[in-house]
């Protein structure tokens, strides 16, 4: 060991001194409770990664606690297992609570689609969609930020900016989960039994308010030597924190993964669809997207709060005005009309219920891109396991 590795004054550090320092060594990331199959999705989204090994690797409890005694019991006390039931996840995750940035859920409803389409199944309905669990996961037992795919609440489609959108897959015909491509809430709950989207942005709303929640709507896998990961500082001190978000309008830290991708000629040639990615997330019109995907997600958000202040006592919220009055043009009452649409009903901000109940409460969505350090080079054809670019439904150990 050299001069450049050991630091043997360190021994000599009083002991809560020695353990801010372990504790500085933690990862910081994005703590995955399954595995992702849309963002990321190998042959379809032209990025050729296999991303279940990342989600293995992120999920490892951190490498400092291989150090010593005091490292582990630093470890210990920053972090531990979480058991998962999720059939398509890891059996358990470690999370550090007061550390990690978020705990994500890869969840779709495009995924339960294919699962049910895969093996015939029936397709049940969605009162027990995850996303109403993880969120009580995450705020009640670990008191952490939540953190969503941004199909739950609305899709964002980056094709169009890359300049290729393909057709998605047709859904089978008792699916009522794939999204309308206008942003829609049903106006009563005797339409909501199959509207999945209904389901989810009401608890959201409900169990959300007021609170930040970050909505991942791009991810990038880059494949990176370890030791270059690890000298760039981005995944870790140790380079054990391989998944990590990033707010959308963050232009200097992007820019710095975007270097760290551009230091390796041969990937860089290898991976073009990457490089255009960077270059689409780096420009004026993926933010001018975003914008417009934020506006549409609000739209929804509000539509639920005026559902959720029309149930039982809360109807007092209205003060005795009729609740269909706070939009423009007032919602009719006309038992034909199951959804409102935002092309055709939009708050009406003079209400002052807007300002009272349904916009101050609204959760705070943060959109974020995604990035994931992969070792695996899944560019190379022989890298990749046989199934790439297939989903991948088994129980895993």
Known sequence: MNTYDSFPEFSTFP??????????????RIAEVDFPYTLLDGKDSRQACWPNRTT?????????????????EVVSECGAHKETQDDTSLRSIWIQPKIDRALHLNWTRRRNAAFFRKWDAYFPPFEDTPVTM?????????????????????????????GSAPPLPAPPSRDDSVQSEIPRMP????????????????????????????????????HLDRAVALESGLFGLLADAPVQTIDYDDVPQLRKFYELFSSDPGVKEAEPHVEKMFN??????????????????????????????????RLESFGGAD?????????????????????????????????EHGEKL??????QIMVRLCDNQCYREERRPDMFGELWFTDIV
């Open 187 to 222: 106006v009563s709950d005797t339409s909501v039994f199959r509207d999945a989207t209904a389901i989810d942005t009401g608890a959201i709303f409900e169990l959300l308010y007021h609170h930040h929640v970050y909505v991942t709507l791009v991810a990038i896998s880059l």
């Open 323 to 355: 609740p269909r009055s706070v939009w423009t043009p007032p919602v009719p009452n006309d038992p034909r009309l199951q959804y409102l649409q935002i092309d055709q009903f939009v708050p009406n901000e003079d209400h002052p219920w807007w300002a």
């Open 15 to 28: 002991s809560e001194v020695r353990r801010l320092i372990w504790r500085y060594c933690l990862p910081r």
């Open 56 to 72: 293995y690797q992120n999920a490892r409890v951190p490498v400092v606690a291989a150090v010593c005694r005091e490292a582990r």
């Open 134 to 162: 993880h969120i009580c996961t995450a705020r009640w037992e670990y008191e952490m930020r939540v953190s969503f795919v941004g199909e739950v609440l609305f899709a964002f489609d980056l094709r169009e900016l890359m």
């Open 280 to 313: 689409v997330l780096l420009s004026p019109e993926f933010h001018i997207a975003v914008i417009s995907w934020k506006a549409k997600v609000r739209w929804l958000l509000q539509a639920a709060a005026w559902r959720y202040w029309q149930i039982g006592e």
């Open 362 to 367: 609204l959760p705070k969505v943060v959109p």
